[in-house]
């Protein structure tokens, strides 16, 4: 029996996972696809929000602004791609600016450090990309930018070197509360647990309703984005967004800690699971982001992509335990702030099931802290170092991204080996940069089966049935 189990490993079950394998807590997250951040959490704008948009009083507002506080210290020990560059929502009128001047209020309000509303001569040296019929902006040197998967998968490691458990392929099909325990039932059997937390993203309503009435309801939102050339990266150097409206934070061009410009999303109501993108949506974001800062190159877009908001059917996070059915915690509804409010819900959440009476004492295989070799941002010396302590280092797989074939032995190597194209490219980033993995995918490919010990025939691009050779059509029939 376990003490807790998790349900979905997006980035706020992993942080769940990683803040109670602090402690002698036996804890099991339950995935349903072949790895953790697969869902929403590899599909966002990747900000480090300063929280000033969030209604003061809130749980987004507190979550946000104590996420923020966090998050620096936590990729320091994570070993995770982070930037403080900070962040201006900009204005074209006298409207925006009433607005701008009620955010600067509210941030104020929710306790966001460093505000400022900026114009003229100053606003444009700090983004001298910025449309000249901007007038003003708010100015947050908290806000910054992250790679939101890496955060995922680094908490998630920590924990399963620390001894939680993370069961990958595991849908839950159902929950039964059983006298004092739950039984979980999933696609690849029943587990049992004292205390389980729903963290299923978009299904989290779906979730809830296994164990009791429905209670809330998520709506899910879509929204697309292009992803710019690494040629493009010095367009901005803050996060530029316009001003907000009913839709959301609206457009923003933003550098991502990749090197790269991101432009994006727009907001449409979706069928669950409806990750396409499409024309309407794709011009809305170029004429939007065009609106901001005239410069962006849309010629230069290597990748569209979506991700799905778990919209809620009220303007805050569902976090706490459920008032029907004890024992059951939600962490539903988790819209844009979540990544940034993501350790800090995960420390509330924690501190929640130990009030309930989970042994609190430390845990002595407590890893808190792991660090990844990145061959490319290493200085000419330390990568004559690294080769000579392991040659791998010296053999580069991935082209666009500078990639070394050290760097994904390393990562098959972890806890949580990755086990498609795309689990290694979310660790290492090949396939990121301009061929999207055309020259280094069947080599990632055939690194993944020599070390998993699988057929290039059981290696997906992405999730399960994603499959990219189905057998050989020419030659001798050996295996693949
Ligand atoms: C377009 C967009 C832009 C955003 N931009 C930002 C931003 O810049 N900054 C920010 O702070 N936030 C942003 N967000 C919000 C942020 O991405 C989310 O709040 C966060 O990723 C939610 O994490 P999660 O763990 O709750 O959900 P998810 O990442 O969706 O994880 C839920 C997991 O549950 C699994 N699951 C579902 N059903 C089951 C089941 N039955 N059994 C087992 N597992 C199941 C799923 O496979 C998934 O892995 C944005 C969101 C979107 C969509």
């Known amino acids: 029996m376990e003490d807790v189990i998790i349900i979905g490993g997006g980035v706020c079950g992993c942080s769940l996972l990683y803040e109670l394998s602090r402690y002698k807590i036996k804890a099991l997250l339950l995935e349903k696809e072949n790895d953790v951040a697969d869902g929403t959490s590899k599909a966002n704008t990747a900000i480090v929000h300063a929280g000033y948009d969030p209604e003061a009083g809130s749980k987004m507002a507190h979550y946000n602004v104590e996420g923020n506080r966090l998050m620096e210290q936590l990729c320091a020990d994570l070993d995770i791609m982070y930037k403080k560059i900070g962040s201006l929502v900009v204005g074209f009128d006298e409207t925006d600016r009433k607005n701008i001047e009620k955010?600067?209020?509210?941030?104020?309000?929710?306790?966001?450090?460093?505000?400022?509303?900026?114009?003229?001569?100053?606003?444009?040296?700090?983004?001298?990309?910025?449309?000249?019929?901007?007038?003003?902006?708010?100015?947050?040197?908290?806000?910054?930018?992250?790679?939101?998967?890496?955060?995922?998968?680094?908490?998630?490691?920590?924990?399963?070197?620390?001894?939680?458990?993370?069961?990958?392929?595991?849908?839950?099909?159902?929950?039964?509360?059983?006298?004092?325990?739950?039984?979980?039932?999933?696609?690849?059997?029943?587990?049992?647990?004292?205390?389980?937390?729903?963290?299923?993203?978009?299904?989290?309503?779906?979730?809830?309703?296994?164990?009791?009435?429905?209670?809330?309801?998520?709506?899910?939102?879509?929204?697309?984005?292009?992803?710019?050339?690494?040629?493009?990266?010095?367009?901005?150097?803050?996060?530029?967004?316009?001003?907000?409206?009913?839709?959301?934070?609206?457009?923003?061009?933003?550098?991502?800690?990749?090197?790269?410009?991101?432009?994006?999303?727009?907001?449409?109501?979706?069928?669950?699971?409806s990750l396409e993108n499409t024309a309407e949506g794709l011009d809305y974001v170029a004429k939007n982001a065009l609106r901001c800062v005239p410069g962006v190159n849309l010629r230069a877009s290597i990748r569209n992509f979506s991700g799905i908001r778990a919209h809620p059917d009220r303007d805050d996070f569902i976090v706490g335990e459920s008032e029907h059915v004890a024992g059951f915690f939600n962490i539903a509804g988790v819209k844009s702030p979540g990544l940034t409010s993501s350790p800090s819900i995960a420390r509330d959440v924690a501190g929640m099931l130990l009030d309930k009476g989970l042994d609190a004492s430390p845990n002595p295989a407590f890893v808190a802290e792991r660090s990844v070799v990145r061959f490319k941002h290493l200085s000419e010396e330390n990568k004559q170092e690294a080769i000579r302590r392991n040659p791998l280092y010296g053999t580069i797989v991935c082209r666009c991204e500078t990639v070394t074939e050290g760097e994904i032995v390393d990562a098959l190597r972890r806890p949580l080996p990755p086990r498609s194209l795309d689990a290694v490219k979310r660790r290492c980033t090949t396939g990121m940069g301009r061929c999207q993995g055309g020259f280094c995918g069947p080599r990632v490919m055939a690194l993944i089966a020599k070390y998993a010990g699988l057929s290039q025939t059981d290696i997906p691009l992405d999730k399960e049935g994603m499959y990219i050779i189905t057998g050989r059509t020419k030659g001798k029939r050996t295996a693949l």
């Open 103 to 273: 955010l600067y209020i509210q941030g104020n309000k929710n306790g966001v450090p460093g505000l400022r509303i900026v114009e003229g001569e100053e606003l444009f040296r700090m983004e001298p990309a910025l449309s000249r019929d901007i007038i003003c902006a708010l100015y947050a040197p908290s806000a910054g930018i992250i790679a939101p998967w890496e955060f995922a998968i680094a908490q998630a490691e920590c924990a399963v070197a620390g001894g939680a458990r993370v069961e990958l392929s595991a849908e839950v099909t159902g929950i039964k509360k059983e006298g004092d325990f739950f039984i979980v039932s999933t696609v690849k059997g029943a587990f049992e647990a004292r205390y389980v937390v729903n963290a299923a993203g978009v299904n989290s309503d779906s979730v809830n309703e296994m164990v009791e009435e429905k209670s809330f309801t998520i709506h899910p939102k879509r929204g697309e984005y292009c992803v710019l050339d690494t040629t493009e990266a010095k367009l901005v150097n803050l996060v530029v967004f316009p001003c907000p409206s009913a839709l959301g934070k609206g457009v923003v061009v933003t550098p991502t800690v990749h090197g790269n410009i991101l432009v994006g999303p727009d907001s449409t109501d979706c069928p669950r699971g």
